[in-house]
């Protein structure tokens, strides 16, 4: 049972446009949401978070929109820049104690492969 | 502040042995994360310890063990290795368990 879902493996965006990678969950317990960006045989840096009680959010060139309705986050990229081509990962957690099974644990999709072309 | 560290950054080792790997958190942080990161599976949450107490674990077999020191830092430990333990394994910490998780760079484990 995914609860957390990116349906697209990859995306493939022109240096200066916008990228859109978005992300479904199930899971209506969420309340926590978390966008980080990795490279191969690296750590997922953090990129961005948001919190269930807000519908946007936003850091520097980075936006998060939150649609709770739909289960449904999106982050968005602009402008892309060629240094931003990594493999995103969406996350969800809950920051209410759901009894003691939400403690530290990160549910993750699957990753979209982004790419920026000079 | 000194990121999340991760001992050692490679290992191999072959089935039937056991692996021991550590992982040092920010400073201050008191929660420490382990997930397994693997092609077919994606980022698979392995347990959670805070003040030295396992309080979450993932579906992993008993073979995945850890355990946390007075000092915040931690180790997991995998028994009886198979070939299906090759992955990418991250440590996180976080300030406690509902804030924002930070990451290591990992420990790349191959059994052979």
């Known amino acids: 049972d995914q609860q957390v879902k990116q349906n697209s493996p990859s995306l493939s965006v022109q240096e200066g446009r916008i990228s859109i990678l978005n992300c479904d969950y199930t899971?209506?317990?969420?309340?926590?949401f978390l966008w980080y960006k990795k490279y191969p045989a690296e750590g997922p840096t953090f990129l961005i978070s948001?919190?269930?009680?807000?519908d946007k959010n936003e850091d520097g060139r980075f936006t998060v929109f939150l649609n709770k309705s739909a289960k449904h986050l999106s982050l968005h990229i602009v402008p892309s820049q060629p240094g931003d081509s990594a493999v995103y990962f969406c996350a969800a957690s809950f920051r209410i104690n759901a009894g003691g099974t939400s403690y530290g644990k990160l549910t993750f999709g699957q990753g979209t492969i982004l790419t920026v072309h000079p | 502040k000194a990121g999340v560290t991760q001992t050692p950054r490679y290992l191999i080792k072959t089935r039937g042995q056991q692996v021991t790997l550590s992982c040092s958190p920010i400073s201050g942080h008191r929660s420490v994360s382990w997930y397994q990161q693997t092609p077919g599976q994606g980022l698979q949450f392995l347990f959670e310890y805070f003040s030295e107490t396992q309080r979450n674990k993932g579906n992993f077999p008993g073979r995945f063990s850890g355990r946390q020191f007075s000092n915040s830092r931690s180790e997991m430990n995998v028994s009886t290795l198979e070939l299906g333990d090759s992955a990418l394994y991250l440590c996180?910490?976080?300030?406690?368990?509902?804030?924002?998780?930070?990451f290591g760079p990992g420990t790349r484990l191959t059994v052979l």
């Open positions: 899971n209506s317990m969420f309340d926590y």
């Open positions: 996180a910490s976080s300030l406690g368990y509902a804030d924002t998780q930070y």
């Open positions: 948001i919190s269930s009680i807000k």
